[in-house]
Structures are given as C-alpha cells and as structure tokens.
C-alpha cells in the first residue's frame, strides 16, 4: 500500500528477515518515507534488526553523538551511524536532530533505518506489531514525518557545513575505521589435525 501524507510520499509493505540462527524468519509489517532532500555525504543511522543493514553497505567510518538532554534521553551505542565523513555527519547531526532521531528509535519494538543519499534520503521503521488500528497507524505516520522534516537540509544549510567544515579542517576528528576483511571473514578457530 502506497500514498501521500503531508506531500510525502509513504509506503507500507510486509518484510522478512532472519533471524539470527538464520534457520527462521521474522515477519514484520515496514513503514517507508521517502525524504525531499539528501546529503552530499552518504550516510545510513540504524537500530536493532536494521544494523546489520548498514554493515553491507559501503560506508565504513562510524560515528557517535555525544547527546544527553537533561531528561535521561542520551545515544544508545546499539545504534549505529555510518558515514563516509565523520566531521560532516558531526556538523549535520545537531541536537535537534539527534533528539528526534531518538525518539523514532524509542517506539516500542521498532527497528529503525535512515539513509542518506546525494539527492534524496529515506526514514523505514519495521515492527512485528499489528498495525490494524488506524488512531495508532496515524500516530506512527505523523511522528514519522515529524522525524523526516527535522532532517531534511534548510535552505543553505549546506552551504553552512561546508563553510564549518572548511573552518575546522585543520582539527583531527576521531574516526573509527572499519576493514572490510573484518566484516566479511570467518573469524573462528580451526582444529588442528
């Protein structure tokens, strides 16, 4: 089922994914928003099921918000934010954005993926829950697109990143590299004959 809501365009859409013995697979009910704008930095933000998502794409440094906002709410390190530039993704998550981030990721038994890309973006939260109340179908919808508007790009927001970004060039920024050979190799022991 697809439609539009606030001019954005939604979808809604049964998922499959296994489970982490990979002998079953867990139906969940997926709820996609496509965003009006992207980031000149491709990026992906995930939580739960949806992270190892982001380990097959090729995004390969991570990076970690430092939010806390008084009131409990602060970065779970389960979640994951990958990013092909860690200074810009530090510049473009402000607090604002983390927040609503957040409380996406906060929705009961919700896995949670965003993606960034050069012309567009994409908000997707899967759950096993039913989704046969339209009072609740509606309050995921709206708080969705809350999520989607705060992190769509103002106008020359880009333009202040990268002037920033420009700034603070000469600064080291820590970032943790990922090898590939990491995330594709069998790590485990072998029995000697």
Do not use: C
Not at 164 to 171: A, D, Q
């Amino acid at each position: 089922m697809s439609g539009a809501v606030d001019g954005y365009n939604i979808s809604f859409f049964a998922s499959e994914h296994s489970e982490l013995d990979a002998r079953s697979q867990r139906r969940l009910t997926a709820i996609e928003i496509n965003m009006h704008s992207g980031l000149s930095v491709v990026s992906a933000i995930a939580s739960g099921g949806m992270t190892p998502v982001v380990d097959t794409l090729d995004i390969h440094k991570e990076y970690r918000p430092s939010y806390k906002d008084g009131k409990g709410n602060e970065w779970d390190n389960s979640y994951v934010i990958r990013t092909q530039d860690v200074a810009y993704m530090q510049e473009y998550l402000n607090d604002e954005r983390v927040g609503s981030i957040l409380g996406l990721m906060k929705i009961d038994k919700a896995w949670i993926i965003i993606l960034f890309f050069e012309e567009t973006g994409l908000v997707r939260l899967d759950t096993p829950l039913p989704l046969d109340d339209p009072k609740k179908v509606d309050e995921v919808v709206k708080k969705m697109i809350s999520v989607v508007r705060t992190l769509e790009m103002g106008d020359g927001e880009e333009k202040d990143i990268q002037r920033s970004l420009s700034k603070h060039s000469g600064k080291k920024q820590k970032t943790l590299e990922i090898d590939d050979d990491l995330l594709n190799d069998d790590i485990g022991f072998e029995l000697e004959d």
